[in-house]
């Protein structure tokens, strides 16, 4: 099994929908993030959570909300999809500490019309 | 504001030579730099750290190298392989808000022909 699993795999929505992602990790971090990636970008991180009570927004953060429910689950929301969302979206984890590196699931590819 | 360069265009190698790839950045000093591998479909894995204080770092057939003055990252794979056929990722940490993070480079795609 995936350590990290990211549901669903794929999603086709139209414009002004509520879209939830999901993300729920077996390798015990504390460290929880949300990215987008487009092609020609680098990875951006829209939110990241280092313990359940800590939420903090990243780079683009703006039309997004999340939720971490537990130390093992993160999820992202788009409250109103618009199309320059459409994206691949990536969920990632990471132990403590600087440095350590990022573990990630293979990704939300979501279409937005 | 920061920012990480790497070349767009594929980089096109033949099956046994030394691939390189590179990473350069601007208007930061970071203390890590990490390199990634994403296949299409897949997220990113991880594969390797150096420090700024480490001028080479080694792992198998993986060598990268850390240059603070030129601002630039080194990724070699040497005895390539069709199977090395991957996109690959720098990442930079910074201090942002008093958090840790990492930045992204938008990736190589590196192609091994057999």
């Known amino acids: ?113 | 504001s920061q920012k990480i360069e790497q070349n767009s265009e594929a980089l096109n190698i033949q099956e046994g030579k030394t691939a390189t790839l590179t990473c350069n950045y601007t208007n930061y000093s970071p203390a890590y730099l990490q390199w990634y591998r994403q296949d299409p479909g897949r997220g990113p894995v991880f594969l390797l750290l150096i420090r700024e204080n480490e001028k080479e770092k080694r792992k198998e057939r993986l060598k990268v190298t850390f240059d603070t003055t030129l601002k630039q990252s080194l990724f070699h794979i040497t005895a390539s392989q069709p199977a090395d056929s991957a996109t690959y990722l720098c990442a930079l940490d910074i201090w942002g808000d008093s958090n840790y993070q990492l930045i992204w480079g938008a990736g190589t795609k590196l192609i091994i022909k057999p």
């Open chain 1, 1 to 113: 099994d995936a350590d990290v699993t990211q549901t669903p795999r794929n999603r086709i929505t139209k414009t002004g929908k509520r879209i939830m992602l999901e993300c729920s990790q077996t390798k015990g971090h504390d460290r929880m993030y949300w990215y987008r990636q487009d092609p020609g970008l680098g990875l951006r991180l829209i939110y990241y959570s280092f313990d359940v009570k800590d939420i903090n927004k990243g780079e683009i953060s703006d039309g997004y909300s999340v939720s971490r429910q537990a130390q093992a689950k993160f999820s992202l929301s788009l409250e109103s999809a618009i199309p320059n969302q459409t994206a691949l979206y990536f969920c990632a984890t990471s132990d403590r500490g600087v440095n350590q590196p990022q573990h990630f699931g293979d990704g939300t590819r979501l279409s937005i019309l």
